[in-house]
């Protein structure tokens, strides 16, 4: 059985840091490209940022230079570090798993939200 198992969100002041993880069982970790998502009320899920098998990274622009997105193989987890957090990221974020390899196989972890406000 696959499990995407996202932790570490919770409430924020403008301005902090959160490091959201994601643990993942049930597949091999390492042939599948990473990614987080969010998803605020009212508004459609976008794609937060994205970590290939090999480590190579990409970002939302509106999270370029705040959010960083790692991922350990040896403890099959993804991280995504927040910093300099705005009320507008304030979302419910979800990992996911993709191997494109004849045909497409996602998974997604069930969410951790994530609010920012003073």
């Known amino acids: 059985q696959v499990q995407l198992v996202e932790s570490g969100g919770g409430l924020v002041q403008p301005g902090g840091s959160l490091r959201l993880s994601c643990a993942a069982s049930g597949i091999i970790f390492n042939v599948y490209a990473m990614a987080w998502y969010r998803q605020a009320p009212g508004r459609e899920r976008e794609l937060v940022a994205t970590?290939?098998?090999?480590?190579?990274?990409n970002y939302a622009n509106s999270v370029k230079g705040r959010f960083t997105i790692s991922r350990d193989n040896a403890k099959n987890t993804v991280f995504l570090q927040m910093n300099s957090l705005k009320p507008e990221d304030t979302a419910v974020y979800y990992c996911?798993?993709?191997?494109?390899?004849?045909?497409?196989?996602?998974?997604w972890g069930q969410g951790t939200q994530v609010t920012v406000s003073s």
């Open positions: 996911n798993a993709k191997r494109v390899v004849l045909g497409t196989t996602t998974y």
């Open positions: 970590i290939t098998t090999s480590g190579s990274t």
